[in-house]
């Protein structure tokens, strides 16, 4: 699950806007709704205003008309994670990600309509933009990234654009997300079989995925929560259980490589609510087939967290199984179940991160060590944050990727 | 034979050496102090002295830097500016051949490939509200956003343009296509004070962003907006790409390989705004030219307050020294004492021409705007500047005054005796100067007509310009003792014999005012030749009562509805397309040259009557309607030297089988930077170009048959035509409005130049009013005498006055020829080989006077005002007390 | 001894005083004078230094203005005269003589003696000649004035000012910058040349060698001027 990377995407446009921002610590949530709200504009300027479509329990998913874009609702992503090997063995690590951020709550261009859904009625917004004809016209924005992490090196590049049909759109026929050159292209409308090529100047790869198990839906079906007064929610599937094999093309030389492969599909319209810094999220894969969504969205400051401070924090996890059977294990019902502590810090130009984790999880006999493949995983881009692949050891042994932000 | 040994000081001796070093060294330093201390408490009591070095230096300082920091300004805008929010494009990828547009697919294959750094760009003119026309540029606001971010990543340049804060900036609305635009600051508020704007019958909300990001006067939009504004559907002005000069190649095969060739577009590479910095050279030479001459007149004054300060301080001096000051400590005071009030000029001479800076700044904008097309960023200044100029100062003060400062303490009390010799010494370098002048004004006449480089002529220009005032001490010698004879003996008699006395302290401010006036006369010469010539010439290129530009998808129809209008008694089209013209290979000509052109047509009566042709080949007009004939533009063949007859390749008549084509006329296009090539209806329909016209022009019956309408007919007649056939007031222009404008325009154009030459005018009267006032304080002695010998104070009053005049007028009358040749210099040499417009040159006498009549009045004025004052104290005490 | 009164003098002052303010002292330097200058005499004027002979001459000359009293020229009353006057005055009926030469520099010898009489628009009269024979000047009429030595400078200056017979010649110490030799000369020049064309002469002198051959001599001190015959 890829949680709460609505706060990544909000600070890339807060960093794309601020130009000039080289800045690489992360500003805290509220000046950067509110900048989120200037990018919007004069139709809304309140994080709490409701003109997106709010994300309430009971949605029944549809596909593949909910692979594509949700375009009335605030944030979207398509969130690819593989743990690689190559021929000789050498570990790697590749994500990909897409997501899509609307500027106003009212698209004209929406090939989404979702308020047929009496549940879901979207509020009037107060925009008084006429119908544009242009084929350029759009509310949507679309924001890239890809990274290709070793044990000694961790290249990452970005791209953004509006959302155009001809370079950079979500659609089907067949199912394919593409922003200029990186593009995830299906063989039909359905997810997989699909072929994903990321080209770059340093890097490149291009992936073949496939997966025979069945969607899961975290939360609620699909509703996950992200607090515990149930105020910030999202749409949330995943699919843990993908094959990849491939070719990865670093500075030219080029390698066969396979591995295993992690998609996180969200969407919502709110924010962190205003206590919330961050979050630091795992997808493991244990070796007992199974896998493990888990992640803490913290309530403190990093610099707090830097002393170890006891972390008031909301915890969420699920196990997940090839068979598309799972069970949720958060912190309304369990709250202690869940022990997250960082073992060891690492300096990176982004900032100190906790490297490496030990995860407790008592109820299901789980208790791991995380170390990362390469401490220095921080992302130099826009938003500033800490991605890479993990190794796992203790009561179970695995690979899997973390996310760290908020530092 | 005493074979001693050098002996070796003792230490005790040493130290005693030492100490009396130190101790000299600080007897130096405290003299010097002392010094200062009484100079200080002198200018205390007379504070006039020191305000009016200050002045000089503050004049010179402010006019050095006003129109330094224009010109850097400008030249740093050319290579920073930017397009558009992103910073300036290494390639071009533009229509193909003769198309005005590129198909949006080619951005789409672009992006698709993964070349991300490019920028998919609209642009066009639009007609406001008033017949006013916008220049509307769209792009890709994300996308440009996003260039700019990592381009200023990536860039290691210090001046890299600072970037919008778009926060205030309703992205979300500009990217759907929202009817909003921006603008720059300064135009929204002459423009859109209310924030909207009517443009196409469209009422638009208007932001407006800093005067920093070069929009100069363009408007800009998203490409959602603009392509509809501007009825561009689908097609692209062009696309901006950004990439690493050594990529450049491997760009280029790239986009070979993704198919898109010349048939898509046209790849250029773009210079980094160099051309444009060539192109303004001579504008900026111009200024800098100006500023230099004031600089240098300012420094008199300065020179001019430095000598007067001293003079008075004469006694004061001496008895320093008799007090036992040395010389060198007084020296040494002197130069601190210099140092400290070109310290202080020039850091007001600094903030004033920052000031002044700021002020041109909207003048020479709109001259670069208009005759260039160059886009200003407002001033940023820099401190370097204001240390170069105190060093400037500095050294020249140093180099002027210090003659002053040596005299001065090497000779206590200089005077009469010496007097007559220094004459002399006078009278030989006026000799000398003029032999000068006469060496450089005849190398410059031998070289002139063979210079057919801009630069070189640039070069004799300067030597002309050094000449002139070199000419006038020794004219003003001979025209004053020509005077002499016709003299009556006594007052008259003494009146001219102390002119020519006062030629030499005078010469210096009087050379000043010379060149002043001879660049201020031969700029309003160029000027008004320039207005004559265009207003000539606009009416013979002008025949039609209207002229009609509707946009491209109405041409059509409108055309074909004059056709059948019974008003109508000629209608007239021209065709247009960009192309390029290719050079043969020749002697001066080792590697073909590509230009790129604008190629026009016309249907035949207009061509045949309103080409103003400059030369033809008197075969011209047989062939020029069935053979590969062109014409081309007079600054097109100037640039290139062209001649009749020479044989030119056009790529737009590929597909009449054969590009090459004769040159059989060239015509004059005043007023015009770009290059022009005009070939016949036929041909142009051969070569298979696009078949419509770009705009079309119509004559109008008036109420008896054969004659034409008249003026208020025609107003009459525009508003009807414009309901009819749906134009706007901005699509639809009147001969005279054009004329109007053209020549509104071409004046805002040189505004710039006038007003500069006048405030160096100003600064050369003030060097002369410097000059006579410290003359007359050294003129007691002279007065007194005169008094002490029956001439009364009002006689006195007058000769004085008189004196004074006689040099002013032969001053003015020498500027006459010399402001003549300079003249036609600039006309017939300098703009002639820069911009290739032949201007005929007519001497304005209305000019002439004004200029005569501002350098008699400052003059006046100059002479009055110490004078008055000088003869209304007791004179007599002066020839008592006062060696002088 | 008071003087006895002869009938129109050249120059008559009656009870005329003069002081000025030098910094914090005042001083008087004429104190309810009388005096009087006839046709042709030739009168020494001296004292202490600082004690206002040159004020005295300013005066008569109309370069200063007296505190009380009156001066009279040729019997003109001199208190109304305004610049205009004082010009004609300078013009036809005075000659000066300063310690500093004082010619015209840009011209040269000949049009700095002819310089005062094309002020009244006379012409070169033979008189002028006899002036430039007597006082050695023929050599020299076309030389520039700045290219004669002292001795003959102040001779340029005596026959300058007695070019158009002045009836008074001021003279403010004319052998200060000369040597003895030539002084002693120009004196008997002046002396002899101002005899012939009947001009007085009030001459300040510090020299008792030039007082002498002075007819009169005033001598000033303190404000009081004591009157000798010589």
């Known amino acids: 699950m890829k949680t709460f990377n609505l706060n990544s995407i909000m600070w890339a446009v807060v960093g794309l806007m601020l130009l000039g921002g080289c800045d690489k610590t992360p500003s805290p949530p509220n000046t950067q709704s509110k900048s989120m709200a200037n990018v919007v504009g004069k139709t809304s300027t309140n994080q709490d205003d409701l003109a997106f479509a709010p994300v309430v329990p009971g949605y029944k998913f549809k596909f593949p008309r909910d692979h594509l874009a949700h375009n009335h609702f605030r944030q979207e992503w398509w969130y690819l994670t593989a743990n690689l090997t190559t021929e000789t063995g050498e570990q790697l690590g590749a994500q990909w990600t897409q997501f899509r951020v609307a500027l106003n709550p009212t698209d004209l261009q929406a090939t989404f309509p979702h308020t047929t859904d009496p549940q879901t009625a979207t509020p009037q917004a107060t925009d008084a933009t006429p119908k544009s004809e242009s084929t350029w016209a759009t509310q949507q924005l679309y924001l890239a990234h890809s990274a290709l992490t070793s044990s000694q090196t961790h290249l990452a590049h970005e791209k953004w654009s509006r959302r155009h049909s001809e370079f950079a759109e979500v659609k089907l026929d067949p199912y394919q997300i593409r922003l200029d050159n990186w593009r995830w292209q299906s063989e039909t409308n359905a997810l997989f079989p699909a072929t994903l090529t990321v080209e770059n100047p340093d890097f490149s790869y291009r992936l073949q995925l496939n997966s025979q198990a069945p969607l899961q839906f975290q939360g609620t079906n699909g509703y996950s929560l992200k607090s515990r007064d149930g105020q910030v929610a999202s749409y949330y599937y995943s699919q843990p259980f993908i094959e990849i094999s491939g070719e990865i093309n670093r500075n030219g030389k080029v390698e066969r490589v396979t591995g295993q492969g992690w998609l996180d599909r969200e969407w919502s319209s709110q924010f962190l609510t205003k206590t919330q810094q961050g979050w630091d999220w795992f997808a493991l894969r244990l070796n007992d087939g199974s896998t493990l969504m888990l992640f803490q969205l913290r309530d403190q400051s990093p610099a707090e967290s830097a002393k170890n401070a006891p972390i008031s924090a909301f915890y969420s996890a699920r196990r997940m199984f090839a068979d598309g059977t799972g069970r949720n294990i958060n912190s309304t019902d369990n709250p202690n179940d869940i022990q997250m502590t960082p073992l060891k810090w690492q300096h990176t130009v982004n900032g100190d991160y906790p490297v490496s984790w030990q995860v407790k999880i008592p109820s299901e006999n789980i208790d791991l060590t995380i170390t990362p493949l390469n401490p220095n995983s921080a992302m130099p881009l826009s938003t500033p944050y800490w991605e890479g692949p993990v190794q796992l050891s203790g009561s179970h042994t695995g690979t899997g990727y973390m996310e760290l932000t908020g530092y | ?884 | 001894m008071a003087d006895v009164a002869k009938p129109n003098p050249v120059a008559k002052l009656n009870q005329v005083s003069k002081g000025f303010r030098d910094g914090e002292q005042y001083h008087q330097v004429l104190q309810a004078v009388n005096l009087q200058i006839h046709r042709g005499e030739t009168v020494a004027l001296t004292g202490p230094s600082g004690s206002g002979k040159s004020t005295l001459l300013n005066l008569i000359a109309g370069f200063e203005t007296p505190d009380s009293g009156e001066i009279l020229l040729e019997q003109a009353s001199t208190s109304t005269w305004q610049d205009k006057e004082w010009s004609r005055f300078r013009r036809d009926s005075l000659g000066v003589v300063f310690q500093q030469f004082n010619l015209l520099t840009p011209l040269n010898v000949k049009d700095n003696i002819a310089f005062s009489l094309s002020l009244t628009a006379q012409p070169w009269s033979p008189w002028c000649d006899y002036l430039v024979e007597k006082l050695g000047l023929l050599p020299l009429l076309h030389r520039p004035v700045e290219a004669l030595s002292g001795g003959q400078q102040q001779r340029v200056a005596i026959a300058r000012a007695l070019a158009h017979k002045p009836t008074l010649l001021l003279a403010d110490e004319p052998t200060g910058n000369l040597d003895d030799v030539s002084g002693k000369q120009v004196m008997a020049l002046l002396c002899e040349l101002a005899r012939e064309s009947q001009t007085s002469i009030l001459m300040v002198t510090h020299s008792e060698e030039c007082a002498a051959f002075m007819q009169k001599r005033w001598h000033l001190s303190q404000g009081a001027v004591a009157i000798y015959e010589q």
């Open chain 2, 1 to 884: 034979m005493n074979n001693k040994p050098l002996t070796k000081a003792t230490p005790t001796e040493l130290k005693q050496i030492e100490l009396k070093q130190t101790e000299l060294k600080q007897t130096w330093l405290r003299l010097t102090w002392l010094s200062l201390k009484v100079f200080i408490a002198h200018y205390r009591h007379a504070p006039i002295q020191a305000g009016a070095i200050l002045l000089g230096i503050a004049l010179a300082v402010t006019l050095l830097i006003g129109v330094k920091a224009t010109n850097d300004n400008a030249v740093r805008s050319y290579s920073d500016a930017t397009e558009l929010l992103s910073q300036r494009a290494d390639v071009l990828l533009t229509p193909p051949l003769a198309q005005n547009t590129l198909d949006e697919s080619v951005y789409f294959d672009l992006r698709r490939a993964g070349l991300s750094q490019s920028l998919a760009v609209v642009n066009g003119k639009i007609s406001g509200k008033n017949g006013q026309f916008w220049q509307l540029e769209g792009s890709d606001l994300i996308a440009a956003l996003t260039l700019q971010k990592s381009r200023s990543y990536a860039s290691t340049e210090t001046h890299s343009t600072t970037s919008p804060q778009m926060n205030d900036l309703p992205l979300a609305d500009l990217l759907n296509g929202a009817p909003t635009v921006i603008m720059s600051r300064s135009l929204a508020d002459k423009v859109a004070p209310e924030g909207k704007l009517v443009l196409e019958n469209s009422t638009l909300d208007v932001i407006a962003i800093d005067d920093n990001f070069g929009l100069g006067s363009a408007i800009l939009a998203d490409i959602s907006l603009a392509q509809q504004l501007l009825n561009m559907q689908g097609r692209l002005s062009y696309i901006a790409m950004f990439s690493e000069r050594e990529n450049l190649p491997q760009l280029k095969s790239q986009l070979d390989a993704l198919g898109i060739t010349p048939q898509k577009a046209s790849f250029s590479q773009q210079d980094q705004g160099q051309a444009l910095i060539a192109l303004t050279r001579s504008f900026h030479l111009n200024l800098n030219a100006m500023s230099m001459l004031a600089f240098v007149v300012g420094l008199f004054i300065a020179y001019n307050g430095v000598r007067y300060s001293l003079m008075k301080r004469q006694k004061l001096l001496v008895q320093l020294l008799q007090q036992g000051i040395e010389r060198r400590a007084l020296m040494t005071a002197l130069m601190f004492e210099l140092i400290l009030l070109v310290v202080i000029g020039s850091s007001l001479g600094f903030i004033s021409g920052l000031q002044l800076s700021h002020w041109l700044q909207p003048m020479v904008a709109m001259t670069l705007e208009q005759m260039y097309g160059a886009h200003l960023l407002p001033g940023i200044w820099q401190w370097t500047w204001l240390f170069e100029a105190i060093a400037l100062t500095l050294i020249a003060a140093l180099g002027a005054c210090l003659p002053l400062y040596l005299d001065l303490t090497r000779q206590a009390l200089a005077q009469g005796a010496n007097r007559y010799q220094q004459m002399q010494a006078h009278r030989k370098t006026h000799s000398i100067q003029f032999a000068l002048a006469c060496g450089l004004l005849t190398v410059a006449a031998l070289l002139f007509p063979f210079s057919q480089s801009y630069n070189i002529s640039l070069v004799l220009l300067g030597i002309v310009a050094i000449a002139i005032p070199l000419l006038l001490p020794q004219l003003l010698h001979w025209g004053v003792s020509a005077l002499m004879p016709l003299a009556r003996p006594g007052l008259w008699q003494y009146l001219l014999a102390e002119t020519r006395e006062l030629i030499a302290p005078l010469s210096l401010a009087m050379m000043a005012i010379l060149l002043a006036l001879s660049a201020n006369v031969s700029m309003n010469t160029l000027v008004g030749s320039f207005e004559q010539t265009l207003r000539t010439w606009l009416e013979t290129r002008l025949h039609a009562d209207l002229y009609i530009r509707p946009p491209s998808q109405r041409i059509d129809t409108i055309q074909t509805q004059l056709m059948h209008d019974p008003r109508v008694s000629g209608l007239y089209q021209q065709w247009q397309i960009e192309a390029q013209l290719s050079l043969p290979v020749s002697t001066d000509n080792p590697s073909e040259q590509t230009i790129p052109v604008s190629l026009l047509s016309r249907d035949e009566f207009s061509t045949r009557h309103t080409s103003a042709l400059k030369e033809s080949l008197p075969t011209l007009w047989q062939s020029y309607f069935n053979a590969p004939v062109i014409l081309v533009s007079e600054p097109l063949a100037i640039k290139y030297q062209l001649q009749l007859g020479d044989s030119v390749s056009l790529d737009a008549l590929k597909q009449t089988g054969n590009s090459q084509a004769i040159i059989g006329g060239i015509y004059y296009d005043h007023g015009n930077t770009r290059n022009e090539v005009i070939i016949s209806q036929p041909l142009w329909q051969k070569a298979q170009l696009p078949l419509l016209p770009v705009s079309l022009a119509a004559s109008f019956h008036g109420n008896e048959q054969g004659s034409r309408i008249s003026e208020a007919q025609l107003d009459q007649l525009q508003a009807q035509l414009a309901t009819e056939l749906g134009l706007s007031q901005a699509e639809i222009y009147s001969q005279t409005k054009i004329k109007t404008q053209a020549i509104a325009m071409f004046k805002r154009t040189f505004s710039i130049t006038l007003v500069l030459n006048s405030l160096t005018l100003i600064v050369a009267a003030i060097g002369l009013f410097s000059a006579c006032l410290m003359l007359t304080q050294a003129r007691q002695a002279p007065l007194a005498r005169l008094y002490s010998l029956g001439v009364s104070r009002n006689a006195l009053r007058a000769m004085v006055f008189m004196q004074m005049l006689i040099v002013v007028l032969i001053t003015c009358l020498l500027a006459m020829p010399t402001g003549a040749l300079l003249g036609y210099l600039l006309i017939n040499k300098i703009t002639l080989q820069a911009f290739g417009w032949t201007i005929k040159m007519i001497w304005d006498w209305q000019a002439y006077g004004k200029a005569i009549l501002i350098a008699l009045t400052t003059c006046t004025l100059a002479v009055l005002l110490p004078l008055y004052w000088q003869t209304r104290k007791p004179l007599v005490a002066s020839l008592q007390q006062e060696t002088l």
